[in-house]
């Protein structure tokens, strides 16, 4: 994210091939992240990072704008999740940095206005995912316990918790990530198993499976079927997260390529199942009236297993999400502090913990906003369209910057892919995309308070600046 008129910070010791020693900083520099993640923690992340909110909360929202077969959102998401995903592993095996696509889109386009846009796009779908996932915390799955308490305030208070835990730190984070991403994927093993029993003993309705219901033929169908999989896109969110715990992870270079392509496989495979058992199960009229969706399975799948410990197992899974959308945002204003695109003050780190204190306090912040203002539903879109239009940034990224080869071995993407990922992302991101407007709308204003801060860090960094020549 280096602008021309600043430099790229050096590359600290354990970048790609080299040993994975502790980082040096100079005499009184904010100390670096701490490189605490392997290749098998890395893989875990992923998978995690993936997992949740999206699969748990908003199946029911898919299937309410396609009907019965549900299936088909997830499978396209899907191969539209592969197509990015390999332009995100050749990136950052060139570029292993925290910034991510805000690194990116600087390094090939060299305009620090949409670098900063971008950068800002990224970070608030990280926070509406959040979001997302709070509000799911809130709904039918916590009402398998109590509804004594308010789903805002509970929301609001659910994302403080995760303030406090991301500000404990980077290991911390991570290993609370392993946990919950183990629960979940108990969860998801037991929407497959109920499955499984449902097709063995013919129960079910297999004739939904083929049902697309999107109000019309021709021009509707094709819209239904798109706004179907840009909303079911958001259950993809957050391989691209990964790519900001670069400077987090030992041989990023080595260790990346794998793990985002395995979590992409792993979930994108677990999703279609999750969403055909659904669809066979329970009809969608039910799934889209629930914000618990995957509890209307349990309920209907015929086997003798508690809701109430199913409805536990979910709650983990969006904490989980939000947890590391949270960790990211935070991660990503720490990067573009030290680029100089944000205020320096958002690079500060706590000496003992070594994590990006401010960051923290910020994202968390919004996220309370964003909350207090918006369902699962929408959040959920707003997160797909921004991403949506980010990918297709960063797959355009991916082509331009051929032209600028390193001296270090890396993956690399056969071109088709990211001509491919392009084009798709921008078709999801159209208004072909059948979407409310509350998405625009709130992604307007998102970014309206992105281009305040743009403004305001201009304005002050070039007092600085004259301060500093006034002085000479």
Avoid at 7 to 18: K, V
Avoid at 283 to 312: I, M, N, Q, W
Avoid at 355 to 363: A, E, L, N, S, Y
Wanted: aromatic share 8%.
């Amino acid at each position: 994210m280096s602008t021309p008129d600043t430099p790229a910070p050096a590359e600290p010791e354990g970048h790609g091939g080299r040993g994975d020693h502790e980082d040096r900083t100079k005499p009184g520099a904010e100390p670096p992240l701490k490189r605490a993640l392997g290749p098998k923690l890395l893989i875990l992340f992923v998978i995690g990072d993936i997992l949740g909110t999206g699969i748990y909360a908003t199946t029911g929202d898919v299937a309410g704008k396609i009907g019965g077969a549900l299936w088909l959102p997830f499978a396209i998401g899907f191969v539209v999740a592969l197509l990015t995903a390999a332009s995100y592993v050749e990136l950052v095996g060139k570029y292993p940095k925290a910034a991510g696509a805000a690194l990116y889109t600087q390094k090939a386009f060299k305009v620090p206005f949409l670098t900063f846009v971008v950068a800002f796009m990224v970070m608030c779908s990280g926070l509406s995912s959040a979001s997302a996932a709070a509000r799911a915390f809130s709904g039918d799955y916590l009402g398998e316990f109590t509804d004594a308490v308010p789903p805002t305030l509970i929301a609001i208070l659910f994302i403080l918790a995760l303030a406090a835990i991301n500000l404990r730190g980077v290991a911390e984070s991570v290993k609370a990530n392993v946990v919950l991403t183990l629960v979940e994927v108990s969860g998801l093993a037991v929407i497959l198993a109920i499955g499984a029993y449902a097709v063995f003993s013919g129960e079910g309705e297999p004739s939904r499976l083929t049902q697309i219901e999107t109000g019309g033929t021709g021009y509707a169908l094709l819209t239904g079927v798109l706004g179907a999989t840009a909303l079911g896109f958001f259950a993809f969110v957050g391989f691209e997260d990964s790519v900001n715990m670069a400077e987090e992870t030992k041989n990023p270079a080595r260790n990346f390529p794998r793990a985002i392509f395995i979590g992409v496989g792993v979930t994108g495979t677990i999703y279609v199942l999750v969403a055909l058992i659904s669809s066979l199960l329970v009809d969608s009229r039910t799934l889209s009236g629930s914000s618990g969706p995957l509890l209307e399975v349990v309920k209907a799948g015929g086997v003798d297993f508690p809701p109430k410990l199913f409805a536990l197992i979910a709650l983990f899974a969006v904490t989980n999400s939000a947890l590391i959308n949270i960790m990211m945002a935070s991660r990503l204003c720490y990067g573009m502090a030290n680029e100089r695109i944000l205020p320096p003050t958002m690079g500060k780190v706590l000496s003992g913990r070594r994590t990006p204190w401010v960051g923290i306090v910020f994202v968390s912040a919004l996220a309370i906003g964003l909350v207090s203002t918006g369902e699962i539903e929408g959040l959920g879109d707003t997160t797909s369209f921004l991403l949506l239009c980010v990918f297709a940034v960063v797959n355009i990224a991916v082509l331009v910057l051929r032209r600028d080869p390193v001296d270090h071995h890396h993956f690399r993407t056969p071109t088709a892919l990211p001509v491919l990922g392009a084009l798709t992302s921008l078709i999801l991101a159209s208004p072909l995309a059948d979407r409310g407007s509350d998405v625009y709308v709130r992604a307007g204003i998102l970014l309206l308070i992105g281009i305040g801060l743009w403004v305001l860090n201009k304005v002050v960094m070039t007092a600085r600046e004259k301060s500093g020549a006034d002085v000479s």
